[in-house]
């Protein structure tokens, strides 16, 4: 019986077959392709759980690559193979979505290892979204969770919009959940089975995001050796989800006003329209009217947004949904990280639902996931919780300085990933040069 399936991505041949023969012999099913169209089209037709791809690629960068694979195969774990000495394109890619990425040459010993870890969290996975689907979860709002009357109110009104093919504008303060909600109202549409594609816009510079946008021809700039597919063309028949659109270039508004009035587009240096039929959802933080009126965003482009709009609550606004919220996030998260853990302690419970909640539901799920990495016992209890949920007297009779504190919690890091500086960065959300520097600061050992 295959232990699973994965899928190798790299242009070179002799290293993607010696790869391939490795994990062969360990009893994986292993699959091939030279660059990521191939790639592409063979995760149409298979079910891959592991992906390890190199970060230069013909006709994509594996770091990008990496984000778009996640959006689209969200319980596909991905390796990165990178070039000797690149540790920023390596983190880069976890930041994207990576499961972790590999030096070539330079970490045979951990290839293995590594993608045994990446598969015993992909099938996990695989087999939380298979129950999911056989009750029924894949195709209904299951995944927004609440029951307070403002988070009701939302999914009433996307349930209603989802039937119909119109435009969606989704509002509401950074970590609400609107891609959440932009994925159920495509899953619950008529296009439930075409590509949904998550594009931030904010992630990009404006001459990259327009040709991620809308593609390329060879030869539209330099670097540009090959045809290149947008995003746009990547949603055809499917859903496209703009997010952050408020941080879009004016001069590409105008061409998405386009896009939304006749449904084509000319790529970068093509002189051909390109036809596509594809839903548009956009969401935003920004007050677009306001922005409309001060001339930072085109009014027309707004008024063809906002022909349906949804306003998210921030957590704040709906506190009776952190218990509900929390209780997911562990269900989710604890197998994910091979944990057993059953509950959290009435103190915990309290810290979460007395906690001001800025990063709304993002900064939620990653006090949960720090908690669950860091817990010792079957009960998450406050001890795991970061320094700022609790009072200054649990740590004794003074309080501690800010660099007290710092240290204290990078060291707590550290020791829950056994050391491994590059995920220790992920977790605090820190570049691993600055934790490197912090490291050296305190004398961390």
């Known amino acids: 019986m295959t232990q699973g399936t994965i899928l190798i991505i790299d242009d070179e041949a002799q290293l993607r077959k010696l790869l391939a023969r490795l994990l062969t012999l360990e009893g994986y099913t292993v699959l091939e392709a030279p660059d990521a169209r191939s790639a592409h089209k063979l995760l149409e037709k298979s079910e891959v759980h592991v992906i390890l791809s190199d970060v230069k690629l013909p006709d994509a960068n594996g770091v990008e690559l990496t984000r778009q694979l996640k959006s689209s195969h969200p319980d596909t774990e991905i390796l990165v193979l990178t070039a000797y000495g690149n540790i920023a394109d390596g983190v880069q890619a976890i930041k994207n979505g990576a499961f972790d990425y590999l030096t070539k040459g330079d970490d045979n010993n951990r290839i293995l290892p590594l993608v045994s870890k990446a598969m015993d969290k992909a099938r996990l996975q695989f087999r939380v979204r298979s129950l999911e ?6 195709h209904d709002f299951s995944q927004v969770i609440g029951q307070s009357p403002r988070i009701l109110e939302a999914v009433n009104l996307a349930r209603k919009v989802a039937a119909t093919d119109a435009t969606v504008l989704l509002l509401g303060e950074t970590g609400s959940g ?10 619950a ?7 949904f594609v998550a594009v931030n816009c904010s992630a990009f510079g404006k001459e990259i995001l327009e040709s991620e946008l809308f593609g390329h021809k060879a030869g539209a700039f330099t670097g540009a050796v090959k045809d290149k597919k947008g995003f746009l063309e990547e949603a055809n028949n499917g859903t496209i989800f ?12 105008a061409k998405l006003l386009r896009v939304l009035e006749t449904r084509e587009f000319y790529k970068v240096g093509d002189s051909k329209p390109l036809k596509v039929n594809i839903r548009i959802l956009a969401a935003t933080n920004r007050d677009l009217e306001k922005e409309a009126e001060k001339g930072t965003f085109r009014a027309d482009l707004y008024y ?18 952190v218990p509900l919220l929390a209780d997911h996030f562990l269900a989710q998260l604890a197998p994910k990280n091979a944990k057993r853990i059953t509950g959290m302690t009435a103190a915990f419970r309290q810290a979460l639902e007395n906690h001001h909640w800025r990063g709304n539901i993002r900064e939620l799920r990653n006090v949960i996931e720090r908690a669950v990495i860091l817990a010792d016992g079957n009960e998450l209890d406050i001890d795991v919780l970061p320094l700022e949920f609790t009072h200054p007297e649990n740590d004794g009779p003074a309080p501690l300085s800010l660099a007290d504190m710092e240290k204290k919690h990078i060291t707590r890091v550290l020791q829950a990933v ?24 305190y004398n961390i050992r």
């Open 133 to 138: 689907e056989k009750l029924g979860g894949k």
């Open 178 to 187: 609107k891609e959440v909600f932009a994925q159920a109202i495509h899953r």
């Open 189 to 195: 549409s008529a296009r439930s089975g075409q590509p």
């Open 242 to 253: 703009l997010d952050e659109i408020g941080e879009m270039a004016l001069d590409l508004q």
């Open 304 to 321: 063809r947004l906002s022909a349906f709009m949804i306003q998210l609550p921030a957590l704040n606004e709906r506190r009776q949904d």
């Open 418 to 441: 056994n050391g491994n500086k590059t995920r220790a960065a992920e977790m605090l959300q820190i570049g691993l040069t600055t934790l490197y520097n912090k490291i050296k600061e």
